[in-house]
């Protein structure tokens, strides 16, 4: 097997070790099996490569539900909103015609901050921003696990319409060719291709 090949097979099985512990709640005890197997089979057959290759396919599996499994921990929802004042980085932005979605980097809670607001507050990438409101945990939807999708780029908190005082600039022309880019994107493509065209060119992952 081409060392290529065997990089995309052990992506793949990584892969399907995250899809699969979506479907099950004990993950960490359908992760441990996988794991002894690929140890054995790397360690007692290493001479044999087709067993070292199968072993390394069952650690990647492992690993990819343990990330799974990780995720899913730390998105486990806070049940009790609190108040707090913070100063962060501004790391992502999304404009559009339903408001302004800011993804801040802060060292005073644990995990990004997606906060949402209007379009009267003019922020950019980059700015260093105060910002004051209720901190609470995503709201899990009957058909979608949001706190899940949203640990998965580091973010466990949000707060809507929060109050927002600029500390200092980012680099404007950077931030304003990335605003341009997010208008004509959501202008000229519809969702979800406008989110996921931006998530490739911008690093915009908010959703």
Partial sequence: MLLSQFVFFVVLAFGAGIFFASFFSFTYFLIFPFLIAGILCTSIFWTRWRMVHLGALFIALALGAGHYANSASLATPLFKSQDISFEGKIVSIKKDEQGVQAVVRTEQVSGNVLVFTTHFEEIRQGDRVMVSGTL?????????????????????????????????????????????????IDTYLPLPESSLLAAMLLGNKAG
Avoid at 141 to 152: C, G
Avoid at 175 to 181: A, D
């Fill in 136 to 184: 609470q945990s995503p709201e899990v939807f009957e058909d979608f696990n949001y706190p899940l999708y949203l640990a998965k780029e580091d973010i466990f908190w949000v707060m809507f319409r929060p109050g927002i005082k600029i500390q200092e600039r980012g680099a404007s022309l950077l931030s304003s060719l990335q605003e341009v880019l997010q208008e004509r």
